[in-house]
Protein backbone atom coordinates (compact mmCIF):
# COMPACT_ATOMS: atom_id res chain seq x y z
CA UNK A 1 0.00 0.00 0.00
CA UNK A 2 2.65 2.35 0.82
CA UNK A 3 4.79 2.57 -2.11
CA UNK A 4 1.32 2.29 -4.22
CA UNK A 5 0.40 5.11 -7.02
CA UNK A 6 -2.23 7.56 -7.03
CA UNK A 7 -3.99 10.08 -9.35
CA UNK A 8 -3.60 13.70 -7.99
CA UNK A 9 -3.83 17.16 -8.93
CA UNK A 10 -0.74 18.82 -9.36
CA UNK A 11 -0.16 22.33 -8.88
CA UNK A 12 4.09 23.38 -10.03
CA UNK A 13 5.33 27.12 -9.98
CA UNK A 14 7.81 28.68 -11.61
CA UNK A 15 10.07 31.62 -12.20
CA UNK A 16 8.22 33.20 -15.00
CA UNK A 17 11.55 34.10 -16.93
CA UNK A 18 12.33 30.19 -17.30
CA UNK A 19 9.21 28.99 -19.59
CA UNK A 20 6.74 30.43 -21.54
CA UNK A 21 3.97 32.79 -19.81
CA UNK A 22 -0.07 30.89 -19.27
CA UNK A 23 -0.82 32.24 -15.62
CA UNK A 24 1.65 34.73 -13.92
CA UNK A 25 1.36 35.66 -10.23
CA UNK A 26 4.08 37.80 -9.00
CA UNK A 27 6.56 36.71 -11.77
CA UNK A 28 5.08 33.25 -11.08
CA UNK A 29 4.12 30.84 -13.66
CA UNK A 30 1.75 28.19 -12.38
CA UNK A 31 0.77 25.40 -14.13
CA UNK A 32 -1.99 22.42 -13.20
CA UNK A 33 -1.72 18.72 -14.42
CA UNK A 34 -2.84 15.48 -13.06
CA UNK A 35 -0.31 13.04 -12.13
CA UNK A 36 0.67 9.81 -10.46
CA UNK A 37 1.70 10.26 -7.10
CA UNK A 38 3.03 8.22 -4.71
CA UNK A 39 1.73 7.62 -1.24
CA UNK A 40 4.95 7.41 0.52
CA UNK A 41 5.02 11.56 -0.46
CA UNK A 42 2.06 12.46 1.05
CA UNK A 43 2.73 14.20 4.65
CA UNK A 44 2.79 12.20 8.06
CA UNK A 45 -0.23 11.71 9.59
CA UNK A 46 -2.65 9.77 11.85
CA UNK A 47 -5.04 8.38 9.10
CA UNK A 48 -4.13 7.74 5.18
CA UNK A 49 -7.77 8.18 3.76
CA UNK A 50 -9.33 6.79 0.33
CA UNK A 51 -10.75 9.83 -1.23
CA UNK A 52 -13.80 8.92 -2.61
CA UNK A 53 -15.68 12.58 -3.29
CA UNK A 54 -14.28 15.86 -2.76
CA UNK A 55 -15.25 19.18 -3.66
CA UNK A 56 -14.76 22.57 -5.59
CA UNK A 57 -14.72 25.62 -3.26
CA UNK A 58 -13.32 29.30 -4.56
CA UNK A 59 -10.28 28.98 -2.64
CA UNK A 60 -9.26 25.81 -4.15
CA UNK A 61 -9.31 27.51 -7.23
CA UNK A 62 -7.44 30.48 -5.43
CA UNK A 63 -4.99 27.64 -4.36
CA UNK A 64 -4.66 26.24 -7.70
CA UNK A 65 -3.90 29.70 -9.35
CA UNK A 66 -0.57 30.26 -6.74
CA UNK A 67 -2.65 32.90 -4.39
CA UNK A 68 0.15 32.49 -1.85
CA UNK A 69 -2.88 33.77 1.07
CA UNK A 70 -4.02 30.37 0.80
CA UNK A 71 -1.05 28.25 -0.29
CA UNK A 72 2.43 29.22 0.50
CA UNK A 73 4.62 25.98 -1.03
CA UNK A 74 4.31 24.47 -4.34
CA UNK A 75 4.06 21.91 -5.69
CA UNK A 76 0.94 21.62 -4.16
CA UNK A 77 -2.40 20.05 -4.64
CA UNK A 78 -5.68 21.70 -3.60
CA UNK A 79 -8.55 20.47 -2.25
CA UNK A 80 -10.58 21.79 1.29
CA UNK A 81 -12.97 18.88 1.44
CA UNK A 82 -12.77 15.15 1.18
CA UNK A 83 -15.02 12.61 1.95
CA UNK A 84 -14.25 8.94 1.96
CA UNK A 85 -12.49 5.53 3.68
CA UNK A 86 -10.36 5.16 6.41
CA UNK A 87 -7.30 2.74 4.41
CA UNK A 88 -4.77 3.30 7.24
CA UNK A 89 -5.13 4.32 10.88
CA UNK A 90 -2.58 4.98 13.56
CA UNK A 91 -4.83 6.27 16.30
CA UNK A 92 -7.48 4.22 18.41
CA UNK A 93 -10.86 6.87 17.16
CA UNK A 94 -10.90 5.75 14.07
CA UNK A 95 -10.77 1.96 12.28
CA UNK A 96 -9.79 0.79 8.64
CA UNK A 97 -13.00 0.98 6.78
CA UNK A 98 -14.79 3.70 8.69
CA UNK A 99 -16.28 6.31 6.30
CA UNK A 100 -15.16 9.86 7.04
CA UNK A 101 -15.51 13.65 6.61
CA UNK A 102 -12.31 16.29 6.49
CA UNK A 103 -13.18 20.21 5.75
CA UNK A 104 -11.11 23.06 6.54
CA UNK A 105 -7.94 22.87 8.98
CA UNK A 106 -5.04 22.72 6.64
CA UNK A 107 -6.29 20.72 4.11
CA UNK A 108 -5.36 21.83 0.55
CA UNK A 109 -3.68 25.05 2.14
CA UNK A 110 -0.29 23.92 3.04
CA UNK A 111 -1.04 20.07 3.59
CA UNK A 112 -2.04 17.91 0.09
CA UNK A 113 -5.46 18.49 -0.25
CA UNK A 114 -8.77 16.23 -1.48
CA UNK A 115 -8.52 17.01 -5.51
CA UNK A 116 -6.38 13.57 -5.13
CA UNK A 117 -7.15 9.48 -4.66
CA UNK A 118 -5.82 9.49 -0.90
CA UNK A 119 -4.96 12.19 1.52
CA UNK A 120 -3.14 11.98 5.21
CA UNK A 121 -4.11 13.73 8.01
CA UNK A 122 -4.09 14.45 11.55
CA UNK A 123 -6.99 12.94 13.17
CA UNK A 124 -8.23 16.07 14.91
CA UNK A 125 -9.39 17.04 11.30
CA UNK A 126 -11.39 14.34 10.84
CA UNK A 127 -15.11 13.80 11.62
CA UNK A 128 -16.99 10.27 11.39
CA UNK A 129 -19.30 10.61 8.56
CA UNK A 130 -22.56 11.60 10.23
CA UNK A 131 -25.40 9.24 9.82
CA UNK A 132 -28.19 9.66 6.93
CA UNK A 133 -25.26 11.22 4.97
CA UNK A 134 -23.69 9.84 1.85
CA UNK A 135 -20.03 10.30 1.11
CA UNK A 136 -21.35 12.40 -1.74
CA UNK A 137 -24.27 14.00 0.00
CA UNK A 138 -21.36 15.54 2.60
CA UNK A 139 -19.88 16.70 -0.58
CA UNK A 140 -22.38 18.83 -2.24
CA UNK A 141 -22.70 20.70 1.34
CA UNK A 142 -18.49 20.55 1.83
CA UNK A 143 -16.98 24.18 2.87
CA UNK A 144 -19.51 26.21 1.19
CA UNK A 145 -22.32 23.81 2.52
CA UNK A 146 -20.64 23.79 5.88
CA UNK A 147 -20.41 27.51 5.72
CA UNK A 148 -23.87 28.49 4.70
CA UNK A 149 -25.11 26.66 7.81
CA UNK A 150 -23.11 27.97 9.95
CA UNK A 151 -23.93 31.87 8.79
CA UNK A 152 -27.68 30.86 9.50
CA UNK A 153 -26.71 29.31 12.51
CA UNK A 154 -24.94 32.44 14.25
CA UNK A 155 -27.57 34.87 12.13
CA UNK A 156 -30.27 32.91 14.34
CA UNK A 157 -28.23 33.27 17.54
CA UNK A 158 -27.85 36.85 16.89
CA UNK A 159 -31.81 36.49 16.80
CA UNK A 160 -32.99 36.57 13.10
CA UNK A 161 -36.34 34.72 13.00
CA UNK A 162 -38.58 34.48 10.24
CA UNK A 163 -41.36 36.91 11.62
CA UNK A 164 -39.64 39.61 11.13
CA UNK A 165 -39.27 40.19 7.51
CA UNK A 166 -36.42 39.16 4.82
CA UNK A 167 -33.43 37.58 4.41
CA UNK A 168 -31.10 38.53 1.33
CA UNK A 169 -28.63 36.35 -0.21
CA UNK A 170 -25.37 37.48 -1.75
CA UNK A 171 -23.91 35.36 -4.64
CA UNK A 172 -27.06 33.72 -4.63
CA UNK A 173 -26.49 30.86 -7.31
CA UNK A 174 -22.34 29.93 -5.87
CA UNK A 175 -21.43 27.11 -3.46
CA UNK A 176 -22.36 29.46 -0.24
CA UNK A 177 -25.27 31.39 -1.86
CA UNK A 178 -27.13 28.27 -3.29
CA UNK A 179 -27.14 26.07 0.16
CA UNK A 180 -27.73 28.68 2.08
CA UNK A 181 -31.05 30.24 0.11
CA UNK A 182 -32.06 26.53 -0.06
CA UNK A 183 -31.80 26.24 3.89
CA UNK A 184 -33.39 29.34 4.88
CA UNK A 185 -36.54 28.75 2.95
CA UNK A 186 -36.76 25.17 4.24
CA UNK A 187 -36.12 26.98 8.11
CA UNK A 188 -39.31 29.34 6.91
CA UNK A 189 -37.62 32.61 6.02
CA UNK A 190 -38.87 34.69 2.82
CA UNK A 191 -35.35 34.56 0.88
CA UNK A 192 -34.94 36.98 -1.39
CA UNK A 193 -31.74 36.12 -3.88
CA UNK A 194 -29.42 38.31 -4.99
CA UNK A 195 -27.87 37.09 -8.36
CA UNK A 196 -25.86 38.39 -11.30
CA UNK A 197 -26.69 35.36 -13.37
CA UNK A 198 -30.06 36.42 -15.35
CA UNK A 199 -30.32 32.95 -16.90
CA UNK A 200 -30.88 31.66 -12.81
CA UNK A 201 -33.55 33.09 -11.58
CA UNK A 202 -35.59 29.63 -11.93
CA UNK A 203 -33.12 27.53 -10.57
CA UNK A 204 -32.85 29.95 -7.53
CA UNK A 205 -36.81 29.70 -7.08
CA UNK A 206 -36.86 26.13 -7.43
CA UNK A 207 -34.59 26.20 -4.19
CA UNK A 208 -36.91 28.47 -2.35
CA UNK A 209 -36.62 31.96 -3.33
CA UNK A 210 -39.29 34.22 -3.17
CA UNK A 211 -38.12 37.23 -4.93
CA UNK A 212 -35.49 37.13 -7.41
CA UNK A 213 -32.73 40.49 -7.58
CA UNK A 214 -30.20 41.69 -9.82
CA UNK A 215 -26.49 42.11 -8.27
CA UNK A 216 -26.66 45.26 -9.63
CA UNK A 217 -29.61 46.24 -8.08
CA UNK A 218 -27.27 46.16 -4.66
CA UNK A 219 -24.35 49.03 -5.87
CA UNK A 220 -25.35 51.74 -3.74
CA UNK A 221 -23.10 54.43 -5.09
CA UNK A 222 -24.84 57.87 -2.90
CA UNK A 223 -22.75 58.83 -0.49
CA UNK A 224 -25.83 58.61 1.94
CA UNK A 225 -24.67 56.77 5.22
CA UNK A 226 -27.74 54.74 5.37
CA UNK A 227 -30.79 53.97 2.65
CA UNK A 228 -34.53 52.47 3.27
CA UNK A 229 -34.50 49.38 5.91
CA UNK A 230 -35.60 46.46 4.02
CA UNK A 231 -33.66 43.25 4.66
CA UNK A 232 -34.41 41.80 8.59
CA UNK A 233 -30.97 39.52 7.55
CA UNK A 234 -28.61 39.49 5.51
CA UNK A 235 -26.19 36.44 4.44
CA UNK A 236 -23.64 38.08 2.34
CA UNK A 237 -20.55 35.72 0.17
CA UNK A 238 -19.41 38.42 -2.17
CA UNK A 239 -18.18 42.09 0.16
CA UNK A 240 -17.33 45.16 -1.26
CA UNK A 241 -19.68 47.30 -2.14
CA UNK A 242 -22.27 45.08 -2.10
CA UNK A 243 -21.91 44.06 1.41
CA UNK A 244 -21.79 47.95 2.16
CA UNK A 245 -25.09 48.43 0.16
CA UNK A 246 -27.01 45.40 2.21
CA UNK A 247 -25.56 47.19 5.80
CA UNK A 248 -27.08 50.48 4.56
CA UNK A 249 -30.32 48.69 3.55
CA UNK A 250 -30.86 46.38 6.57
CA UNK A 251 -33.60 47.37 9.06
CA UNK A 252 -33.34 48.29 12.49
CA UNK A 253 -31.78 45.70 14.85
CA UNK A 254 -30.85 43.56 11.54
CA UNK A 255 -28.48 40.76 11.51
CA UNK A 256 -25.39 40.44 8.69
CA UNK A 257 -23.09 37.82 8.30
CA UNK A 258 -19.87 38.21 6.52
CA UNK A 259 -17.81 35.36 4.56
CA UNK A 260 -16.61 36.25 1.82
CA UNK A 261 -14.93 38.43 -0.84
CA UNK A 262 -15.77 37.38 -4.46
CA UNK A 263 -16.28 40.60 -5.14
CA UNK A 264 -13.66 42.52 -3.42
CA UNK A 265 -11.90 41.89 0.44
CA UNK A 266 -12.71 45.47 1.53
CA UNK A 267 -15.90 47.77 2.17
CA UNK A 268 -16.51 51.18 2.86
CA UNK A 269 -19.04 52.14 5.58
CA UNK A 270 -19.86 54.89 8.06
CA UNK A 271 -20.76 53.56 11.75
CA UNK A 272 -24.56 54.90 11.30
CA UNK A 273 -26.03 51.17 10.06
CA UNK A 274 -24.37 50.01 13.80
CA UNK A 275 -24.63 53.29 15.84
CA UNK A 276 -28.28 54.47 14.36
CA UNK A 277 -30.01 51.40 13.78
CA UNK A 278 -27.98 48.60 16.39
CA UNK A 279 -27.12 46.71 13.30
CA UNK A 280 -25.52 43.11 14.23
CA UNK A 281 -22.39 42.16 11.44
CA UNK A 282 -20.90 38.46 12.32
CA UNK A 283 -17.92 36.95 11.08
CA UNK A 284 -18.22 33.51 9.82
CA UNK A 285 -14.99 31.30 9.85
CA UNK A 286 -14.94 27.65 8.81
CA UNK A 287 -11.37 26.85 8.73
CA UNK A 288 -10.63 26.48 12.18
CA UNK A 289 -14.77 26.45 13.69
CA UNK A 290 -13.96 24.40 16.61
CA UNK A 291 -14.24 20.23 15.93
CA UNK A 292 -16.88 19.82 18.95
CA UNK A 293 -19.53 22.26 17.69
CA UNK A 294 -18.31 21.73 14.12
CA UNK A 295 -19.67 17.78 14.80
CA UNK A 296 -22.89 19.56 16.12
CA UNK A 297 -23.60 21.33 12.91
CA UNK A 298 -22.92 18.71 10.53
CA UNK A 299 -25.64 16.74 12.58
CA UNK A 300 -27.87 19.22 12.13
CA UNK A 301 -27.10 19.44 8.76
CA UNK A 302 -27.49 15.56 7.82
CA UNK A 303 -31.12 15.83 9.82
CA UNK A 304 -33.10 18.56 10.87
CA UNK A 305 -31.43 20.96 8.24
CA UNK A 306 -31.64 18.08 5.60
CA UNK A 307 -32.14 19.50 2.15
CA UNK A 308 -34.41 17.43 -0.16
CA UNK A 309 -33.04 19.72 -3.06
CA UNK A 310 -29.32 18.43 -2.70
CA UNK A 311 -28.63 16.77 -5.85
CA UNK A 312 -30.40 19.42 -7.82
CA UNK A 313 -27.53 21.74 -6.89
CA UNK A 314 -24.56 19.54 -8.18
CA UNK A 315 -22.58 19.23 -10.87
CA UNK A 316 -20.06 16.30 -10.63
CA UNK A 317 -16.45 15.79 -12.30
CA UNK A 318 -13.14 14.10 -12.47
CA UNK A 319 -9.78 15.62 -12.01
CA UNK A 320 -8.85 16.00 -15.60
CA UNK A 321 -12.33 17.86 -16.27
CA UNK A 322 -12.14 19.94 -13.00
CA UNK A 323 -8.50 21.37 -14.30
CA UNK A 324 -9.41 21.67 -17.50
CA UNK A 325 -13.50 23.36 -17.35
CA UNK A 326 -14.54 24.23 -13.34
CA UNK A 327 -11.80 25.77 -11.38
CA UNK A 328 -11.72 28.58 -14.17
CA UNK A 329 -15.69 28.56 -14.81
CA UNK A 330 -15.65 29.75 -10.32
CA UNK A 331 -12.84 32.40 -10.69
CA UNK A 332 -14.96 33.89 -13.37
CA UNK A 333 -18.40 33.50 -11.17
CA UNK A 334 -19.40 30.81 -13.45
CA UNK A 335 -20.80 27.84 -11.43
CA UNK A 336 -23.80 27.25 -10.19
CA UNK A 337 -24.46 25.15 -6.97
CA UNK A 338 -21.71 22.73 -6.47
CA UNK A 339 -19.27 20.92 -7.82
CA UNK A 340 -18.74 17.54 -6.29
CA UNK A 341 -15.15 16.07 -7.21
CA UNK A 342 -14.63 12.09 -8.09
CA UNK A 343 -10.87 12.01 -8.12
CA UNK A 344 -10.79 8.55 -9.58
P1 LIG B 1 -18.65 30.57 -5.69
O1 LIG B 1 -17.70 31.02 -6.72
O2 LIG B 1 -19.31 29.25 -5.81
O3 LIG B 1 -19.82 31.66 -5.55
C1 LIG B 1 -19.58 33.01 -5.55
C2 LIG B 1 -20.74 33.72 -6.26
O4 LIG B 1 -20.61 35.12 -6.07
C3 LIG B 1 -20.75 33.54 -7.77
O5 LIG B 1 -21.34 32.35 -8.20
C4 LIG B 1 -21.57 34.75 -8.19
O6 LIG B 1 -22.94 34.47 -7.91
C5 LIG B 1 -21.11 35.81 -7.20
N1 LIG B 1 -20.04 36.65 -7.75
C6 LIG B 1 -18.96 36.25 -8.45
N2 LIG B 1 -18.18 37.29 -8.77
C7 LIG B 1 -18.78 38.38 -8.25
C8 LIG B 1 -18.47 39.76 -8.26
N3 LIG B 1 -17.38 40.23 -8.86
N4 LIG B 1 -19.32 40.60 -7.65
C9 LIG B 1 -20.42 40.14 -7.03
N5 LIG B 1 -20.78 38.83 -6.98
C10 LIG B 1 -19.97 37.97 -7.59
O7 LIG B 1 -17.89 30.69 -4.31
P2 LIG B 1 -18.29 30.05 -2.89
O8 LIG B 1 -19.76 30.15 -2.73
O9 LIG B 1 -17.61 28.76 -2.69
O10 LIG B 1 -17.61 31.09 -1.91
C11 LIG B 1 -18.13 32.40 -1.78
C12 LIG B 1 -17.17 33.24 -0.93
O11 LIG B 1 -17.19 32.74 0.40
C13 LIG B 1 -15.73 33.19 -1.40
O12 LIG B 1 -15.14 34.45 -1.23
C14 LIG B 1 -15.09 32.19 -0.45
O13 LIG B 1 -13.71 32.41 -0.31
C15 LIG B 1 -15.86 32.49 0.81
N6 LIG B 1 -15.87 31.39 1.76
C16 LIG B 1 -15.52 31.68 3.05
C17 LIG B 1 -15.54 30.71 4.00
C18 LIG B 1 -15.26 31.08 5.40
O14 LIG B 1 -15.03 30.18 6.22
N7 LIG B 1 -15.27 32.37 5.74
C19 LIG B 1 -15.82 29.32 3.65
C20 LIG B 1 -16.28 29.13 2.29
C21 LIG B 1 -16.27 30.15 1.38
P3 LIG B 1 -24.12 35.17 -8.71
O15 LIG B 1 -23.78 35.06 -10.15
O16 LIG B 1 -25.33 34.40 -8.31
O17 LIG B 1 -24.17 36.62 -8.27
Known amino acids: MNNATFKALWVTETPAENSPPTKTVHDRIYQRTVIERNINDLPAGDLLIKVIYSSLNYKDALSAEGHKGVTRQYPHTPGIDAAGIVAQSNCTDFKEGQKVLVTGYDLGMNTAGGFAEYIRVPAAWVMKLPKNLSLQESMIYGTAGFTAALSIFKLQHSGLKPEQGEVLVTGATGGVGSIAVALLAKLGFSVIAATGKTQSHDFLRQLGAKEVIGRDTLQDKSKRPMLKGRWAGVLDTVGGNIL ?32 LRGINLLGVDSVEYPMTSRSRLWQLIANEWKIESLQQLMIECDLTTLNTTYIDKILQGQIQGRVVVKPY
Not at 246 to 273: N, R, W
Open 244 to 275: ATALKSTQYGGHISCCGLVASAEFSTSVFPFI
